[in-house]
């Protein structure tokens, strides 16, 4: 009996929110989205700001703006998916987030190649601040209802 050795489990029973309370995922969800909102927009609109001026400083604080903003998307996307994915999918959906993420950054670089190569330098910021424009209001209502 003494040479068993007994193996943790890497979770409790039943999955990662059995401890929590009902309303606490939710609650803490709207909180996240609101802050969600405040750097998907920002990023959106520092693009094509950096693109319309030819200020150092300027550009400078703008991409300065937009780190601020990518680190709070991408904390609380993950703050977001411990909270509202299953504990038994967790993995799945990283997975399958970084699979698509991954994979659309070639075809990204590509595609602001070729804008560039036909409207200047320019160009692909102008792209990139539509092209995230349109992603956040084609989202808009995904950000904004509540469950």
């Not at 700001?49 to 904390?75: F, M, N």
Request: aromatic share 4%; net charge positive.
């Amino acid at each position: 009996m003494a040479d068993r050795v007994r193996v943790p489990r890497c979770r409790p029973r039943g999955g990662r929110r059995d401890h929590r309370a009902a309303g606490t995922a939710h609650h803490h969800s709207h909180r996240r989205r609101g802050a969600l909102i405040i750097g998907v927009v920002g990023h959106a609109a520092a693009w094509p700001l950096i693109a319309a001026t030819s200020s150092a400083w300027i550009v400078a604080v703008l991409l300065a703006a937009i780190g601020a903003s990518q680190t709070l998307i991408t904390t609380v996307n993950a703050g977001l998916r411990q909270l509202l994915v299953p504990a038994d999918m967790l993995g799945r959906t990283i997975a399958g987030f970084r699979a698509v993420a991954n994979s659309a950054s070639p075809a990204g670089a590509v595609i602001g190649g070729l804008i560039a190569t036909e409207l200047g330098l320019r160009g692909p910021l102008f792209a990139a601040g539509l092209i995230l424009g349109v992603a956040v209001a084609a989202s808009w209502w995904l950000l904004l209802r509540r469950r």
